[in-house]
């Protein structure tokens, strides 16, 4: 679940701990590291996950595209962190674009979809 809705918003879902004041009780206290404890395993799930998909992508991309992304000028940081969502712009930009050039980026993909 957390790989698709990092994929749909484009960024890596995170979790964020709520404050706990002086007055929480032991339970909710455990309740919360019980919680904090599962949401770190999630997102080192998460990661392992999107790091995978990373290889799987690079792995089934054909020459041409490969040559793209390889030679995109972003692509080293990219390989450095296996980042999923910047190595999918750079798909996007190879498959829908000529080059440098973004202004029919839109209508090059609606004519890719209806062929």
């Known amino acids: 679940m957390d790989v698709q809705k990092s994929l749909k918003l484009g960024k890596v879902v995170t ?9 929480t009780s032991p339970t ?5 590291k019980i919680r904090a404890n599962i949401n ?9 996950n999107l790091e995978a998909i990373y290889k799987v992508f690079m792995s089934i991309c ?3 595209l490969k040559d793209q992304v390889c030679n995109h000028e972003n692509y080293e940081e990219i390989d450095n962190k296996q980042g999923m969502f910047g190595l999918l712009q ?9 080059g440098d050039d973004d202004n029919h ?11």
């Open 15 to 23: 979790f964020t701990p709520p404050n706990l004041d002086e007055n």
């Open 28 to 32: 909710q206290k455990e309740i919360w």
């Open 40 to 48: 770190i395993k999630c997102k080192e799930l998460l990661e392992a």
């Open 62 to 64: 054909n020459l041409v």
């Open 90 to 98: 750079i798909i996007k930009k190879a498959m829908y674009s000529n």
């Open 105 to 115: 980026m839109g209508y090059n993909h609606v004519v890719a979809m209806m062929n």
